[in-house]
């Protein structure tokens, strides 16, 4: 079994600053791609940012300059840090990440419970 545990969502005044973590534990072969995501009341989930096990990040066109993902392999980790912070990026973010389990071949999408993110104009 493979769990995603999310950390550091909360309240922040526009202009602010988060940072997220997602820890993955349990029988872990590897891990591929790594990203956050982002639903908003009434919206769908959107992706915010990813990063393939290499280091190559995609970012959403909204975030880009502002929000930067990055991981450590080692501790199996995905960040997301969030500067200038808006309230547009009100929303309950998401880890999610192509894990292979350790007893298996093939990788398999996963999921955190996600954090809640609110910025206050």
């Known amino acids: 079994q493979v769990q995603l545990v999310e950390s550091g969502g909360g309240l922040v005044q526009a202009g602010g600053s988060l940072r997220l973590s997602c820890a993955a534990s349990g029988s872990i072969g590897s891990i591929n791609a790594m990203g956050w995501y982002r639903q908003a009341p009434g919206k769908q989930r959107e992706l915010v940012a990813s990063?393939?096990?290499?280091?190559?990040?995609n970012y959403a066109d909204s975030v880009k300059g502002r929000f930067t993902i990055s991981r450590d392999n080692a501790k199996n980790t995905v960040y997301l840090q969030m500067n200038s912070l808006k309230p547009e990026d009100t929303a309950v973010y998401y880890c999610?990440?192509?894990?292979?389990?350790?007893?298996?071949?093939?990788?398999?999408?996963?999921w955190g419970q996600g954090t809640q993110v609110t910025v206050s104009s």
């Open positions: 999610n990440a192509e894990v292979r389990p350790y007893s298996g071949s093939s990788y398999y999408p996963r």
């Open positions: 990063i393939t096990r290499g280091g190559r990040t």
